[in-house]
């Protein structure tokens, strides 16, 4: 029986390694990337030189003091220049090479208002760096150092980079030089709230602050990312971590090398999610789009026909699922061409071509309404009133009605306040009281009702019901 049972333990820990060396062998060596890759991978420092205001900027008042202690001051301390000390801020980054001659990409914030950048190379030699150009919507910058024959990495295509695959990052956090962390594709098309033109690829790969501007490499050692931000409550990694698609990257890259700028297409529009809701009132088959709640005057979209309550579902054949889909799919355009907008309006699909535009440095804000003669509505629980003729030219509105006061009901309970303007309910345009009574009165009940109001220039559908 002994021997059975020792015979039967051999065997067991035989299949155990067999299945260990099973699991290890679907694993990645990584080895041969990272002698490949490392090369081309650099360390970014950069210095800014900032006025030390405060206490701190002045030299004590020496009057009254003991000779012994003034002395001390006066010998023992550096000399202040006029207007204040400097103090030398330093930060610290990743980036790669990605031409031969000397071209750098990292993060815009790695090198954001640096007085000067310098670029370590892996065998620790120091060179200063140019800054080409920056962009801060993408955080994006490209740099120039002095070389040539430098080694490169080579670039991949993030498009078709799938949820599952490996990746690998080499950077230096906190000031590890080329410290290499692997991971996989956590999802791809990641939208983040402070980012419009960034379709993020998400990764659980750890990152941590030294890493910003650090390639992503997948297993074939191409770059397929630029590790940008992570998520974390802790201030460290938490095991989600996002990265600039390339593709995304090097459309950046090579206008700030030819342009000196980046140009982007704009619609001149005001978007929102469709949600459950909304969805049924627009009779969608599912929440999904873009649905268009401000049409700028004079812009792209107003020209090209876009309406404020269309939905836009794709983009020149590009599905729009999410409605922060479409900024980086505009954004991505040239400004000047056409695109094909698929739409649903009034509950019908439609298409519209588009010159898209320039997207402008800086929008402008329309100034918040007020009214003056009232009319209520009960079933909504608001009294409204008409828009003067200067309240319309200041909006740039053709009508809609103002709310003077929110009573009890239904308006109160889905937060409607006093200044908001109301431009459309129950998919129609609202162009004066009397018609926003009416429309009032007729509204469906157990059903999702749509309203569009603005407040302090900004527009926004939201939905409620009325109950039997």
């Known amino acids: ?71 001390f001051f006066e010998h023992g301390m550096p000399g202040i220049p006029e207007g204040g000390q400097q103090r030398e801020a330093q930060s610290l980054g990743s980036g790669f090479i990605i031409t031969a001659d000397g071209y750098v990409l990292t993060n815009n914030h790695v090198v954001a208002d640096a007085d000067e950048i310098i670029v370590r190379l892996p065998d620790r030699s120091e060179l200063k760096a140019e800054l080409v150009g920056a962009d801060p919507r993408t955080d994006v910058a490209l740099l120039k150092i002095e070389g040539t024959g430098l080694p490169t990495v080579k670039l991949g295509k993030s498009d078709s980079l799938k949820a599952g695959e490996w990746v690998l990052a080499i950077g230096s956090p906190f000031g590890f030089d080329h410290t290499v962390t692997a991971g996989i594709v956590s999802a791809t098309g990641r939208n983040l709230p402070s980012e419009s033109y960034v379709p993020f690829i998400q990764t659980d790969v750890a990152i941590n602050p030294g890493n910003s501007g650090g390639p ?21 990694f938490m095991g989600l971590s996002f990265a600039i698609p390339i593709d995304v990257a090097m459309g950046v890259a090579n206008q700030l090398r030819t342009e000196g700028k980046v140009s982007r297409g704009w619609l ?71 695109a094909t907008l698929g739409i649903v309006r009034d509950g019908e699909r439609e298409t519209l071509t588009i010159q898209i535009g320039a997207l402008p440095d800086e929008g402008e804000e329309v100034a918040e309404a007020s009214g003056r003669a009232e009319k209520s509505s009960n079933r909504l629980g608001v009294k409204v009133s008409e828009l003067s003729a200067e309240q319309k030219r200041s909006l740039d509105l053709p009508g809609g009605v103002v709310i003077t006061e929110v009573l ?61």
């Open 408 to 468: 009890n009901g239904p308006a109160a309970m889905i937060g409607l306040r006093p200044g908001d303007v109301i431009t459309h309910l129950n998919n129609q345009a609202i162009d004066s009281a009397s018609t926003f009574g009416r429309v009032a009165e007729q509204l469906p009940k157990n059903r999702s009702v749509s309203m569009r109001v603005l407040r302090q220039g900004r527009a926004s559908f939201i939905t409620f019901k009325l109950a039997e």
């Open 268 to 338: 001149g529009v005001a978007i929102q999610e469709v949600n459950r809701d909304l969805a049924e009132s627009f009779g969608l088959e599912r929440p999904a789009g873009a649905l268009v709640a401000q049409v700028m005057d004079g812009g792209p979209a107003a020209k090209g026909g876009l309406r404020v309550g269309d939905v836009i579902l794709s983009v020149n054949g590009s599905a729009i699922d999410m409605s922060a889909d479409l900024p980086h799919l505009i954004g991505a355009i040239k400004p000047g061409t056409k």
């Open 1 to 71: 029986m002994a021997s059975r049972n020792s015979c039967f333990a051999f065997f067991a820990a035989l299949f155990c390694l067999g299945q260990v060396a099973a699991a290890n062998a679907q694993l990645p060596d990584f080895t041969p990337l990272v002698e490949d890759a490392s090369p081309a991978v650099v360390n970014i420092s950069t210095k800014q030189n900032a006025p030390v205001h405060g206490a701190n900027a002045r030299m004590p008042d020496l009057e009254g003091l003991p000779p012994i202690i003034r002395e």
């Open 216 to 236: 992503l490499f997948n297993l074939q050692g191409e770059v397929i990312g630029i590790n940008s931000q992570i998520f974390t409550r802790s201030g460290g």
